[in-house]
């Protein structure tokens, strides 16, 4: 079976300091992964998707990036942090367009 | 891109009675449409999910609607009860991609 792993579970980070975010699925090959970012009560804001090894699509201009190195490995990053990056990030996957979402179990960012 | 609108955002209901949910979508290319439950401080969950060549699709207590003619969906929670109270989402998929609605904070009163 398929699983999705999401690390650190928490952080909290300092304004101005780096991000690194690390997702990784096992159980599966090319996998679309995609990060979320949900705020606090808020809904889920799509962040980036990749259908591919090296492959980064970006849906919101922001301080935020993301890699793929592997094909089960995606990362999420930023130079430096804002207030506003604080929140609950969730990294999913599915096998292709149209199959079943299943989130990893997020890691939720504090920025003070 | 779509835009998927959602209704309500909060709904309380008695313990017993059944809860809707509706979604309208504006992209017709749309044909995959997932509901997820989030319980407070953990990762969406998904409950159902149906397909544009579906019209309705039922899994126990929860049921999906879909009406691809007028671009809404709905949810369906029959018999409520405390453990059904959580935040609903509903999405549908376009261009690899989902787009969720807002949520509804459902609120089942014992």
């Known amino acids: 079976s398929q699983t999705i792993h999401q690390w650190p579970a928490t952080l909290v980070q300092p304004v101005g300091s780096p991000l690194s975010l690390e997702c990784t699925v096992e159980g599966t090959s090319n996998p679309n992964l995609y990060w979320y970012r949900q705020a606090a009560g808020r809904g889920l804001q799509l962040l980036f998707y990749s259908v591919g090894i090296g492959q980064i699509s970006s849906e919101v201009p922001q301080n935020l990036s993301a890699s793929r190195p592997q094909d089960r490995q995606f990362i999420l990053s930023s130079k430096k942090l804002l207030l506003s990056d604080s929140g609950f990030y969730l990294c999913?996957?599915?096998?292709?367009?149209?199959?079943?979402?299943?989130f990893g179990p997020g890691t939720r960012l504090t920025v003070t | 891109g779509e835009n998927v609108e959602q209704h309500p955002s909060t709904l309380s209901v008695q313990e017993g009675d059944s809860a809707v949910i509706k979604c309208t979508y504006s992209d017709s290319a749309s044909n995959y449409f997932p509901w997820y439950k989030q319980e407070l401080g953990k990762r969406p969950q998904l409950i159902i999910d149906i397909r544009s060549n579906v019209g309705e699709k039922k899994d126990q207590r929860i049921a999906v609607t879909l009406n691809k003619t007028a671009k809404h969906f709905s949810l369906h929670i029959t018999e409520t009860q405390p453990e059904d109270s959580a935040v609903y989402f509903c999405?549908?998929?376009?261009?690899?991609?989902?787009?969720f609605g807002a949520g509804t904070t459902v609120t089942v009163r014992a």
């Open positions: 999913a996957w599915t096998r292709g367009a149209e199959n079943e979402q299943y």
């Open positions: 999405a549908a998929s376009s261009d690899y991609k989902l787009s």
